[in-house]
Each structure stands twice: as C-alpha cells, then as structure tokens.
C-alpha cells in the first residue's frame, strides 16, 4: 500500500476514534473543581427574617445547600424530594439551606407557602453565593460534608435515592469519595420567569 | 564599585515579586481604564448560563452579575489573570472561551496546523502524481490517437 494510503486511512481512524470517545462523554456534564475543597463561606440574610447566616453557624454536620428558584420547572418537581429529606433527617443533625437564586423575597416566600418545607431559607441578591458555589442554573445541590468539603454536587432535580445514599453517607462518615451528578441537559426550564 | 552594588541592590529590590516598587506599578483602575479592563475580562469569560456566549455578550442576569465581580475585583486591585483565576476556581477551565494553550487543551490549538500541514503536504504529494501524466498527455496528442481539428482561419 502507498504510503499516502496509510496516512489517509490513519487520519480517518484517528477521526473515528476521536468522535468514539467524544459520544462516551456527557456533554451536558461540566466536573466542578469545587468537589472535594472547602466549601466557600457566605452570609446571607434569612428570608422574612431580620438576620443572616453564616456557613461558620451551620459547620460541625452535614448539610445539604440546594439552590433554587419559583420559576423554575425542574425546582417544582425536586421539591417533594426535599422535603421528604427534610422531614427524615432534620431530626438527625442534617441541616438543610436553601439559597433562593435570582428571584424576589415575594415569589419565594408565596413558593415555600405553595410547595412547602420549614428548612433555613436564605437569599443572595446579587448572586455573589451563586457564583461563589460556580452554579450554572437551578436547581444545584450541593452535599457537604461536617469538616466544610463538598462531597459531592449535583445538578438538575435530585431524587430520593441519592439524597438518602448521599445524606447517609455524610452522617456515617463514608462519603468521602469525591463525586459528582446530573439529571438532565443543562438547558434548563428558565423560561418561566 | 560601591555605585555598582547600589545599582544592582536597587534592581533586585525592584524585580522582587510583591515588593514595594511593584505594588505602587499596579495602580489600580479607575473610570474609563476600569470599563475597559471589565469588558475585555468579560469577552474572555464563558457566560454560566448561556454558554455559547461571553459573559460580556450574554444577557442573562447571571452574567450580568459575573460582570459585576469582575468590576469590583479588579477594582480591588486585582490583575484581570487574578479575576480570571477566580473563575476558573469556581467553574473550572471551562469558563474560559480560549481553552488554556497547555495540557490535553493544546491538543485544540495544535491539532488545526497540523491536520493543516498534513492537507497541505497530501495535496501536494497527489498534484505532483497527476501533474506529469496531464503534461505528457498535452505534449503529444497524436501520438495518442486523438485527432487534431484544424484551427478557424488556416483552411
């Protein structure tokens, strides 16, 4: 075979090979650098209340930071998950925050009234947690672990499943495998607004 | 000799990283300079949302917000490669419009030229493999069989 053969029969496969192995890969899946790091502090203010909240404050047990929106699709359909979560493990030492992301005080106070769940509720006004935390969109959850490091993140709806895999995992220690996972395409349903 | 070691003493002070000579250079930008530095941050920054966008193209309130980080951290003195760290220790390389010209990313800014310089040595090694038969096939046409019409005029 002449050598311009072989080099076009290597080009091809190298091209097959590359499109091969950019299938096997999510698209829609972004790793965050934050997995695995300490989780960055915040203090926001509390919804309806006259006060804020440190991450210092909520540090020593596990906690759940999941933010969210009223217009958003997917956050209506993760909700019962939480609080079905809350109503398990609030009585455990498992902290669950919200952090409502770019939405009003008004809408998400008439949300929490709608969908329900008595978890800490907190704003960021002008999204300086959200980006801090790296969030693309909502709904993000993040799981962290007593000693303040992300065990693990996800993105899109959580189900009951990883929320009790995960949740148990922190209260037992054996989460420390750096993780993380997604539901769905990150073109998410923010066109409700 | 004393001028000499005085010389070279004013030199290393100045040359340190974090001395007092380069900390009063960096001034800190203001006004049209402080606009400027934000949008060029911004159009190197992928919008979180949007993310066929710069941050500086994007509509989305998420970008405008990444926006106003950028402002108030250069505005505090950092270098736009400072802001850009930031980001990119939130969100990863990916924030990045230009992937990182080093590791498995160089692959992006290498792979072109090369599958370039390939085409090009390929279609030259095929042209000069065609050329010479087209050459010697115009040279002597009748030697080939192929009948020759007279030219308009000459008859």
């Given amino acids: 075979m002449k050598w311009t053969n072989w080099l076009s029969m290597i080009a091809v496969i190298s091209l097959v090979v590359l499109l091969a192995f950019g299938l096997t890969r999510r698209s829609d899946f972004l790793p965050s650098p934050l997995v695995g790091e300490t989780t960055p502090g915040f203090s926001l203010p509390v919804l309806d209340e006259d006060r804020t909240v440190s991450l210092d404050e909520l540090q020593g047990r596990p906690v759940v930071v999941n933010f969210w929106a009223s217009w958003c699709l997917a956050c209506i359909q993760e909700h019962p998950v939480l609080v079905r979560a809350w109503e398990r493990y609030a009585g455990q030492g498992v902290e669950m925050v919200g952090i409502v992301y770019q939405d009003t005080p008004a809408n998400a106070r008439r949300y929490i009234e709608k969908y329900g769940g008595g978890w800490l509720q907190l704003l960021d006004p002008r999204s300086r947690a959200a980006i801090d935390f790296g969030v693309y969109g909502v709904p993000e959850t993040f799981f962290i672990r007593p000693d303040g490091i992300i065990a693990h993140k996800h993105l899109g709806p959580v189900t009951d499943t990883l929320m009790t895999e995960l949740i148990e995992g922190m209260m037992e220690g054996t989460n420390t495998s750096d993780a993380e996972s997604a539901e769905f395409p990150l073109e998410r349903e923010e066109t409700t607004q | ?155």
């Fill in chain 2, 1 to 155: 000799m004393t001028r000499g070691f005085a010389l070279a003493a004013i030199l290393v002070w100045a040359t340190t990283p974090g001395s007092a000579a380069q900390q009063t250079a960096r001034s800190v930008p203001t006004g049209k300079e402080l606009d400027a530095l934000t949008e060029q941050v911004a159009s190197e920054l992928r919008c979180p949302v949007c993310r066929s966008l710069s941050v500086r193209d994007s509509q989305a309130a998420l970008a405008r917000e990444v926006e106003g980080v950028i402002r108030e951290r250069l505005a505090a003195g950092e270098s736009p490669e400072e802001v850009k760290a930031y980001f990119v220790s939130k969100y990863g390389e990916w924030i990045l419009l230009a992937p990182p010209k080093r590791g498995f990313t160089l692959l992006v800014w290498v792979l072109p030229l090369a599958a370039l310089a390939l085409g090009g040595i390929f279609l030259v090694v095929i042209l000069r493999n065609w050329l010479p038969k087209g050459r010697e096939a115009v040279a002597d046409p009748e030697e080939e069989g192929w009948a020759v019409s007279p030219v308009d005029g000459e008859s």
